[in-house]
């Protein structure tokens, strides 16, 4: 941390150029300023964030999200988060903080920028736990302190709080703006929108400070975003280094650990396949080589029972490839199939080049309230409205149709106030079953809703709720579980070693106490968590379920017919 402070001190402002010069619509006017301008830094800042977001999405976010597998185990963090959040977009926010705080010709800009800080901090003390904070910046120390969880929390949400009032959509404006391109009134949307967000995160350890702020928000609506036109989101470009970091490591070949596109989880597709869920064909496209599945299947023609082979369109791959030796089980499900070529892969539009990567959206607000107006913390309409809406803009944002959406809402689970029969997952152990409890089915909706970008807030809700049964993790990289052979979620990522470890140590050691816990490990439990014991995995009963993708096309061989699938007969009864 010492070496981060001592390289802020000589940031130039012009690495921040270096970084967007190629960055589409740019509207910068240098001769307003006599100095660099504040949005000329925050453009940078803003694509620094993103492209490292973007970055540990691919590498670890989606995996903790269980929705699309990229690498195919867990890993415990790296350097670059560290490094690219404290410097290249705290230090470089820090930097035109001390130019222009306190000028009232830039009010409105200093606040936009405090607001982007308290979102990365926000990113960074949900990722490690305790973190340098209320002295990261103080150039006068050789020893850099890391601040508790709940302190940082608890300043996020009233410097969140300062920020939406410090705005005056009159007073000076923003002449280059790549998120909201100018609109104040959307930064004040931002900025209750991150508060919301940061205070459910916090009620299992905050609860009193959560819930006053919650009710805060809640009951001035109007300053929170009402439709997908206030999302915030950073657009891409086409023009080399403009172009998105999905489009770059996983179009352009230099992805990690090889693989191509990433593909769905077996987890997530049996969600999908329990509740007949359209957003299966959104989200995934058909498997290059569909996969052949052997089912039972009647006939209008025929007293008969078929035992047939046919393919599936859609099949995710399996969280624990690796079979315990517990479970008994000899073979595991879909053996044989291959990435990517069996699976179902993303779809290509979400690794574009120009591709906006999405902070916030309609849908995940319309989540939230829900929660808040079900817990009791106010809101102009009831819980289910706002759950309804939030299904209904989440299958809109990605080209659903609302009859689709109602259709869909109309399922036992799914629908307010019932209960949900799902299938099996394919090795047995966990179910998909939705209660009748209508918190589950707004977490539920708002995991799926953070399909793609929102990854590290689906990790961040798994943590605080405890909401999904995960299934193991059975190639868990270097994080092994129980005597190596799975790993669970991690509940944070290591501190890293160049930046932190090595350069800080005394700081590093006050952090790690502060975690209390006897050491630095990914399995230690945040303070936004509630108590909870893991699942012993070595325990339970595996076996092999394909019900969740027989009868695809329906119970009979002419229902094959009828779809255009050929299929082969192995024997009849």
């Known amino acids: 941390m010492k070496k981060i402070i001592q390289i802020l001190i000589v940031l130039l402002i012009s690495t921040t150029f270096s970084c967007t010069k190629n960055f589409t619509s740019l509207n910068t006017d240098p001769s307003r300023f006599t100095t660099t301008s504040p949005e000329s830094v925050l453009t940078g800042v803003y694509l620094n964030t993103v492209n490292q977001m973007e970055t540990n999405n691919i590498v670890y976010l989606w995996e903790y999200g269980h929705i699309v597998d990229p690498s195919g185990r867990y890993l415990g963090g790296n350097e670059s988060t560290w490094t690219t959040m404290y410097i290249n977009v705290l230090g470089n926010i820090e930097q035109i903080k001390r130019l222009y705080q306190g000028n009232p010709a830039y009010t409105n800009r200093m606040a936009v920028a405090d607001m982007w800080e308290c979102y990365v901090f926000a990113y960074l003390v949900g990722t490690y736990g305790p973190i340098p904070y209320s002295n990261a910046f103080n150039t006068s120390l050789t020893v850099v302190n890391y601040d508790d969880e709940n302190t940082i929390y608890t300043s996020l949400l009233s410097r969140l709080k300062a920020d939406a009032a ?32 940061i205070a459910l995160r916090v009620q299992n350890n905050l609860p009193t400070l959560a819930a006053s702020n919650i ?42 650990l090889g693989t191509a596109t990433p593909v769905m989880s077996d987890y997530a597709f049996t969600y999908f396949r329990s509740y007949k869920d359209p957003r299966l064909g959104a989200y995934f496209q ?13 006939s209008t023609n025929s007293s008969l029972h078929y035992i047939v082979s046919y393919p599936i369109p859609y099949l995710g791959t399996p969280k624990s490839p690796v079979l315990l030796t517990q479970w008994g089980i000899q073979v595991g499900p879909f053996s044989g199939a291959t990435i990517p070529t069996n699976y179902s892969t993303m779809q290509p539009a979400l690794t574009a080049s120009a591709r906006p990567f999405y ?57 307010w106030g019932t209960a949900g029969r799902g299938f ?74 160049q930046s932190e470890v090595t350069r800080n140590p005394i700081g590093y050691a006050n952090g790690v106490k502060l975690l209390g816990s006897p050491g630095d490990y990914v399995f230690t439990h945040l303070k936004i968590e509630p108590a909870y014991t893991p699942t012993d995995w070595t325990k339970v009963t595996g076996f092999v379920d394909y019900s969740f993708v027989e009868k695809w096309y329906g119970t009979t061989i002419e229902s094959l017919t009828a779809a255009g699938i050929k299929y082969s007969v192995i024997s009849t009864y």
């Open 424 to 497: 099996n997952y394919d090795l047995g152990f966990i179910n998909t079953s939705i209660p009748a409890g209508n918190a589950t089915k707004i977490w539920i909706q708002e995991w799926l809703n953070y399909y793609d970008d929102g990854a590290f807030d689906a990790w961040a809700l798994q943590r605080r709720t405890q909401n999904l049964v995960l299934p193991p993790h059975t190639s868990p990289g270097n994080n092994p579980g129980v005597n190596g052979t799975y790993a669970d979620l991690p509940d944070r990522w290591f501190y890293p070693v």
């Open 286 to 298: 058909p498997s290059a080589t569909p996969f052949n599945i052997t089912d039972t299947l009647t």
């Open 166 to 197: 410090a705005i005056n959509v009159t007073g000076d404006k923003l002449t280059t703006d790549v998120i909201f391109n100018g609109n104040l009134t959307e930064w004040i949307k931002f900025a209750n929108t991150l508060r919301l967000r």
């Open 359 to 415: 902070i916030t959206t309609y849908a995940e607000v319309c989540f939230m309230k829900a929660e808040a107006a079900l817990n009791g913390y106010g809101g102009t309409q009831t819980p289910d409205q706002y759950y309804y809406a939030g299904i209904n803009a989440n299958f809109a944002f990605w080209g659903l149709t609302a009859a689709q959406a109602t259709a869909y809402e109309a399922q036992n689970g799914i629908k």
């Open 215 to 256: 009710q805060d928000v809640m009951s001035n609506e109007n300053m929170l975003p009402t439709s997908d036109a206030d999302d915030a989101k950073l657009t891409y470009g086409t023009a080399s280094g403009s172009q998105s970091v999905y489009y770059t490591q996983l179009v352009q070949g230099t992805s990690y």
